[in-house]
């Protein structure tokens, strides 16, 4: 490689991208469609990869794609705003800039899925990076088994998606059940985590493979209870978090254990992860 | 492979004049503020003529010695990841423009640098930098440009300090390849000579305009038996038998809670290690908001925020980021990139404010493993 070439192919330069469209899915959470601002072709992805955006002045983030894989040009985040950046990011008005590094990582192995039953289990923002699997399963229903959507939040109030929610429900083969942890007095719904809903869902374990996002600690039960359930550990996927700057492997701030979260995931087989999810503070 | 030829130190002295002439800058070792440091060098009376260095773990003393060597010294607190991986570097440049923004890069290029006293260890810590960084999935191309076309002047060590074990990580004191010239230094009294070997075209090229000699047997002899004699000096070892499985399967290991009974997690090891690599990005801009710029700054897994997700830090306790520190360097490291990221130079004893001695450590470990009980915390 020249020295030119390197330069202009250095990926860790963000590509403008513009905001064209905000919508507002809970309190602190929105969902941002980014389009190329050169009118440039925008970056194909797989599901469950994710990208870095950058505000201008103020920082980057990874943050994993939301959208369709299907609407080329277009890039959807679903954004929580718990800090500085992120604030910044859905703050965003529609025309407003945003740089765009990637996308990185490992997709959701959703080939393998073909012919299977697909088993969605995602906790609060995990359903962000879960969400391109669901439409990918949707767009090319006669590829795949039953699609089961298994979904926890803390309170109604936090349901991501709640109107495509119901839209896939209806959908032919499909099987989408909410729980909240605490439901008020308007709630019809169930109440508890995500694992007690386990019971109502109508797939074969021998056939199916699982796709699982959420807080680490949902993650390692979800895992451990669909085990139990009979579904083989190779068979159960995750999407794994750290602290990232660079998504590339040179900032050293995403390794766990032996792997770095950014190139090697972040989506993970439950068997690799299995003996690491059981240590503290590594 | 080039022969062995010799140097007289005025033959010596017309190595960096030649280099300059071939447009490189010349960096090596210099004193300055009572360390041996890496700067720029205008000749080789920059180098620290007559000086050598005291270390133990915890401890750094300069002395004067009793001759003139050029090289009389190991390793001091800077490395040249310095120049090939700097602690602070732009990214990237941008202004705003409408609704938009443009990346400005016009950073000029670094200049071509020769390296000269380049240590074995530190060879060693060049090529593990070199797989991290450019050998991997991605190439950073920050490094790849300060990294490409480097001459490399190494030095063979004929002396060892306390803290050295590189003989354990098998990297030394012998230079062994990738190099451009390596030079052994014999001194003694009416005596001031170098036998250098060329190691690559280039290196031939250069050390044909210092007109050499050819060098006897017997000094050739000697030179060998200089290099030994700074293997036998060395005294520290790290037995690294089956270390990867031996540090995963002693996570919770109770010496990890005694090391954090002294570690003040300053991260000064992670600073003066030669493969450390870990860097944040900082974001600056100023005052109209119209320019932004983003920064890599080395950073350091001691430091808290270092894990940081939202909602915590994943390692918030000292044990857990020592552990995180020894477990890559010497195991998960292998994993990841075939090697490990220890090469023996000692610096993270030497500097270490309270003496931890990674070797010491290991060691610690070594001799009474955990048994093999599970985790303690409990996820059967």
Known sequence: MTMATATTTDPMLPQPYSVRQVVKETADTFTLTLEPS?????????PGQFSMLWVFGVGELPISISGDPAERNRLAYTVRSVGQATHALVSREVGGAVGVRGPFGTGWPVEKAEGRDVLVVAGGIGLAPLRPVIYEVLHHREKYGRLVVLYGARSPRELLYRKELAAWARQHETQVLSTVDYGGLSWRGQVGVVTTLFKYARLQPERSL?????????????????????????NIYLSMERNMKCALGFCGHCQYGPHFICKDGPIFRYDQMRPLLEKYEL | MHAPALLTLDQLARLVPALHSRGYQVVGPTVRDGAIV?????????????????????????????DDALFGYVVGPQSW????????????????????????????????????GVRACELAAIAVQDRVLQGDRYRDPIYAA???????????????????????MGTGPRVRGAYDLALTELVGPGKHEFVIEAGSDAGAEVLAELAPSAPSEAVCQEAEAAVE?????????????GIRDLLYTNFDH??????????????????????????????VSDVTGMHAERWRKWDSCFTQNFSYIHGGNIRSSAKSRYRQWMTHKLASWIDQFGSSGCVGCGRCITWCPVGIDITEEVRAIRESPASSKESSHGNP
């Open chain 2, 81 to 116: 990841k310095k120049y090939v991986h700097p602690a602070e570097v732009r990214l990237l440049t941008a202004e705003r423009s409408g609704h938009t923004f443009r990346i400005l890069n016009n950073d000029p290029s670094p200049p071509r640098r020769a390296f000269l």
């Open chain 2, 38 to 66: 890496y700067d720029v060098l205008e000749g080789i009376s920059d180098l620290p003529v007559g000086w050598t260095d005291e270390q133990e773990a915890g401890r750094y003393r300069l002395r004067r010695r009793n």
């Open chain 1, 38 to 46: 050169n009118g440039a072709g925008g970056n194909r992805f797989q």
């Open chain 2, 254 to 283: 109770p010496r990890w809670d005694n090391v954090a009974q002294r570690c003040l997690t300053c991260a000064n090891c992670t600073m003066v290690c030669p493969t450390c690599f870990c860097t944040t990005v900082e974001d």
């Open chain 2, 229 to 241: 004699r700074a293997a036998s000096q060395i005294q520290r070892r790290m037995d690294t038998t």
């Open chain 1, 210 to 234: 699982a796709f699982a996002c959420g807080p680490e600690i949902m993650m390692r039960f979800v895992a451990r209870d669909l085990e139990t359930r009979g579904l083989a550990r190779e």
């Open chain 2, 146 to 168: 300060r990294r490409e076309g480097i001459f490399i002047v190494a030095v063979n060590c004929t002396q060892a300090a306390p803290t050295c074990f590189c003989t354990s």
